[in-house]
């Protein structure tokens, strides 16, 4: 009897090693999509759907849309996000927020984009850039707005843009 699953064990370890070599030969005829990266760089197309760094848009009056509120902040799971800012009264008495510093760790991101779907402004998307390793991991700690940059003021006559937060509003009501 011992003979015999000998015998058989060495079969089933002939058939299983079959099995392993007709998916290698298989591969060596399929076409290749090997990518040869770096040398494709210029060519390389990333999905949009990639999520690599968080950025803050600015437009050509180096203008950001961030009002400081601190929402993204809040909804980080992960305490990547810090937002700095000075409280401010206006001429009309009312309290406003600056934005001095928009903090984002690159390296405690686990890219949920939770704090860009819940920003009431818009103000911050996700580039798919793919290049973000660093020698220094004090690099992996972008600053999003830029040095002078303001936020955008919303002229009086036209009609607030749709965010994030009206698309779920209505979404919730629908
Ligand atoms: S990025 Fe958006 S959610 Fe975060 S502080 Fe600025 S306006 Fe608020
Ligand atoms: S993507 Fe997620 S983990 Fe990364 S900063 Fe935004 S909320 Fe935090």
Redesign the pocket.
């Known amino acids: 009897m011992k003979f015999f699953n000998y015998i058989e064990g060495i079969f089933t370890a002939l058939r299983s090693l079959a099995g392993g070599m007709i998916v290698t030969w298989k591969e060596l005829f399929t076409p290749k999509v090997t990518m040869q990266y770096p040398e494709n760089r210029k060519t390389l197309t990333i999905s949009n759907r990639w999520?690599s760094e968080?950025i803050m848009p600015h437009d050509e009056n180096n203008e950001h849309a961030c009002t400081a509120c601190g929402i993204?902040m809040m909804?980080?799971?992960?305490g990547?996000?810090e937002v700095l800012s000075t409280t401010i009264e206006t001429e009309d008495g009312k309290k406003k927020k600056i934005l001095n510093k928009h903090l984002?760790n690159y390296g405690?991101?686990?890219?949920?984009?939770?704090?860009?779907i819940t920003c009431p402004s818009d103000a911050i998307i996700f580039n798919n850039e793919f290049e973000g390793a660093v020698f220094d991991k004090s690099k992996l700690l972008h600053r999003l707005n830029r040095e002078d940059s303001k936020l955008r003021e919303r002229k009086k006559d036209t009609a607030p843009a749709t965010t994030n937060t009206t698309i779920k509003k209505e979404n919730k009501e629908a």
């Open positions: 999520r968080l993204c909804n980080c799971p992960n990547s996000i984002w405690s991101c686990t890219f949920c984009n939770l704090c860009v």
